[in-house]
């Protein structure tokens, strides 16, 4: 088994690490130019700043940094002083600065590292370009960015190019599943659900873990008690800080109500509510119904994402009784 520094925290990452440290030992350090495009931030900088580390350590074994040699001690206090770290996009001026005054030690290896840039400043990425064209070897350049940022043909030829994809189900299930040591079925079924309800992204899957999974039982048990429960309280238990969280997960319910009623049971949201599908809104007998009430949630969703200030008591009592309405429960 490979050993790696504990910095490597994501397993998704690994198989990165390792290719990348490869090709570098075969290259004999010759790649100094690298882009990692990604979908989804996934926590990239552990990924990058890892390798930084191993690039700038002065006593590497195969993929392990020392962590006790200066430039290690150095790089971990933030003081190493041939390093940069750029974030976002600045004016070329900056950049100039930076790379000049980097220029004046001329024996240690160089690193800029410049985080989610959008090259969208012409006078930048031709300077870039004429840098990357003069890199002497003594310059590691280092971008990330999102994979539908147009990046100029010209500086991408100069880069080697790395697309960091989403790690697949299988692997965020097995890392939150040993992170949490859940043992029984149902909550294995939990941990799938908040994996699918944050599309696939680990970091969001365990935000999802840790803090919403509260929320989504209240509106279980909301939807379950709808037509007990005098409407102003409804608004209110809703109508919070957690007011979109709390509408997108009506819309997944909904959703995963019609692929229950098509036994499409593989593509569940909410795996963990799957006795819940099968034993509520058992007085439905059209399913445009729930099409519509889909559409009206979707649409309260939009307007308070896009409309500042709106009433959203207003809009929630409207729904709230559209809901009453179509999912045949009587007040």
């Given at each position: 088994?490979?050993?790696?520094?504990?910095?490597?925290?994501?397993?998704?990452?690994?198989?990165?690490?390792?290719?990348?440290?490869?090709?570098?030992?075969?290259?004999?350090?010759?790649?100094?130019?690298?882009?990692?495009?990604?979908?989804?931030?996934?926590?990239i900088n552990i990924l990058i700043l890892s390798l930084i580390k191993w690039i700038l350590c002065r006593r590497k074994i195969k993929y392990l940094s020392?962590?006790?040699?200066?430039?290690?001690?150095?790089?971990?206090?933030?003081?190493?002083?041939?390093?940069?770290?750029?974030?976002?996009?600045?004016?070329?001026?900056?950049?100039?600065?930076?790379?000049?005054?980097?220029?004046?030690?001329?024996?240690?290896?160089?690193?800029?590292?410049?985080?989610?840039?959008?090259?969208?400043?012409?006078?930048?990425?031709?300077?870039?370009?004429?840098?990357?064209?003069?890199?002497?070897?003594?310059?590691?350049?280092?971008?990330?960015?999102?994979?539908?940022?147009?990046?100029?043909?010209?500086?991408?030829?100069?880069?080697?190019?790395?697309?960091?994809?989403?790690?697949?189900?299988?692997?965020?299930?097995?890392?939150?599943?040993?992170?949490?040591?859940?043992?029984?079925?149902?909550?294995?079924?939990?941990?799938?659900?908040?994996?699918?309800?944050?599309?696939?992204?680990?970091?969001?899957?365990?935000?999802?873990?840790?803090?919403?999974?509260?929320?989504?039982?209240?509106?279980?048990?909301?939807?379950?008690?709808?037509?007990?429960?005098?409407?102003?309280?409804?608004?209110?238990n809703i109508n919070n800080d957690n007011l979109e969280i709390n509408l997108y997960i009506l819309i997944t319910l909904f959703l995963d109500y019609i692929?229950?009623?098509y036994r499409v049971i593989k593509y569940l949201y909410n795996l963990d509510l799957y006795y819940f599908f099968k034993n509520s809104f058992k007085n439905?007998?059209?399913?445009?119904?729930?099409?519509?009430?889909?559409?009206?949630?979707?649409?309260?969703?939009?307007?308070?994402?896009?409309?500042?200030?709106?009433?959203?008591?207003?809009?929630?009592?409207?729904?709230?009784?559209?809901?009453?309405?179509?999912?045949?429960?009587?007040?």
């Amino acid at each position: 088994m490979v050993k790696l520094n504990k910095d490597i925290i994501y397993s998704w990452f690994k198989s990165y690490y390792i290719d990348i440290i490869n090709i570098l030992n075969i290259n004999k350090l010759k790649i100094f130019n690298f882009i990692f495009k990604y979908s989804c931030k996934l926590n990239i900088n552990i990924l990058i700043l890892s390798l930084i580390k191993w690039i700038l350590c002065r006593r590497k074994i195969k993929y392990l940094s020392c962590k006790v040699c200066l430039n290690c001690i150095l790089f971990r206090n933030k003081n190493y002083f041939n390093y940069y770290y750029i974030s976002n996009n600045i004016n070329i001026d900056f950049i100039k600065k930076i790379y000049n005054k980097l220029l004046i030690n001329i024996n240690d290896i160089k690193i800029i590292y410049f985080d989610n840039f959008k090259f969208n400043n012409y006078y930048v990425n031709n300077f870039l370009l004429k840098i990357l064209e003069e890199n002497n070897g003594k310059f590691i350049f280092i971008f990330s960015c999102s994979d539908n940022i147009n990046i100029p043909n010209t500086l991408l030829s100069r880069l080697f190019s790395l697309k960091i994809k989403f790690p697949t189900e299988k692997i965020i299930f097995k890392w939150l599943y040993n992170k949490f040591n859940f043992n029984d079925v149902k909550n294995k079924n939990i941990i799938l659900s908040c994996i699918r309800l944050s599309n696939n992204s680990p970091i969001n899957s365990l935000v999802w873990i840790k803090k919403n999974i509260l929320i989504k039982k209240n509106i279980v048990n909301l939807i379950l008690n709808l037509n007990k429960l005098n409407i102003d309280n409804i608004i209110k238990n809703i109508n919070n800080d957690n007011l979109e969280i709390n509408l997108y997960i009506l819309i997944t319910l909904f959703l995963d109500y019609i692929k229950y009623k098509y036994r499409v049971i593989k593509y569940l949201y909410n795996l963990d509510l799957y006795y819940f599908f099968k034993n509520s809104f058992k007085n439905i007998d059209n399913i445009y119904n729930i099409f519509l009430v889909l559409d009206k949630i979707i649409f309260c969703l939009s307007v308070i994402k896009n409309i500042n200030n709106i009433n959203r008591n207003i809009l929630l009592y409207d729904l709230i009784n559209f809901l009453l309405i179509n999912l045949n429960i009587k007040k």
